[in-house]
Each structure stands twice: as structure tokens, then as C-alpha cells.
């Protein structure tokens, strides 16, 4: 049974290990906490098993910006992305959206065009050789 909600911090273990499968450590742990403590983290269950997360922000130029999505690497292909992305866009407090991932990351950009996201420009010179493509959906 799939659930979505907004994450609490008692999820928060659970979140960071799955970070941490994904990037190799546990770097963002503190963003995570701040996430969740400002209601900004919404986690994706299934079996009381938490499979995936998505953070975001409203501080891109006024606009809501997906700046996670993480779904542990066993969970994959299996929605769940495609899952938080709705969630979220049904509970966005704006009405453009924005979000990103690197140039060599298909499997988001799959994820991104088929959630009806568009490219909207790219950013140079955040990961040397490897420009950021920023992504783009009004509600």
C-alpha cells in the first residue's frame, strides 16, 4: 500500500540512509532535518517502509523549486518518483515549478518529460563537465 505524507522526524534515519545509499554518505544530514522540521520533506511509504523522498523550497525567484528526489535504489522504476511529483504539485504553493539534475542523470531527465516538465536552461559550472539542466511545470 502506497502513502505519501509529509515527512516527520521520526522518518528522518530512515531518509538519510537512503541519501547515503544513493550519494555514498551522510553529508545532507542536517539539510534533511531542516527540511523536515520546516515541513519541506515528503516521504513516499510503502508497506511502512519509507522508499523515497522528495524536498523542495519556495525561494526560487518566488517560485517552488523540487531540489530532491531520492528513491532508494531497490524502489526504482516503480513510480514512485512520478509519485512524490504529483503529491507535490497538488499541494505546491506556487504555481510554477522549477527543479534540476545533471546532464549525464537520463533516468531523472525521463522522470522530469514524463511528468510534463520542460527544459527551461542550463547552468554552467556547478559539477565541472556536467551542467545542470533545469526543468520547469506550471500547475
Known sequence: MKSLE????????DIVKIDKQVIGNNCRC???RKAIEEERCIVANDK??????????????G??????????????????????IEYFINISPTKK???????SNQRMQE????????????????DEGDPEIIYFKSK
Request: charge should be neutral.
Open 6 to 13: 509529509i515527512a516527520q522526524l521520526i522518518d528522518l534515519d
Open 30 to 32: 542536517e539539510y534533511i
Open 48 to 61: 511502512n517502509l519509507i522508499v523515497g523522498f522528495l524536498i523542495f523550497d519556495t525561494h526560487f525567484f
Open 63 to 84: 517560485c517552488s523549486f523540487i531540489s530532491l528526489i531520492i528513491v532508494r535504489p531497490t524502489e526504482r522504476r516503480k513510480g514512485y518518483a512520478t509519485s512524490l
Open 97 to 103: 515549478i522549477f527543479s534540476s539534475t545533471n546532464k
Open 111 to 126: 522522470v522530469f518529460k514524463a511528468n510534463g516538465f520542460i527544459q527551461s536552461g542550463f547552468i554552467e559550472n556547478l
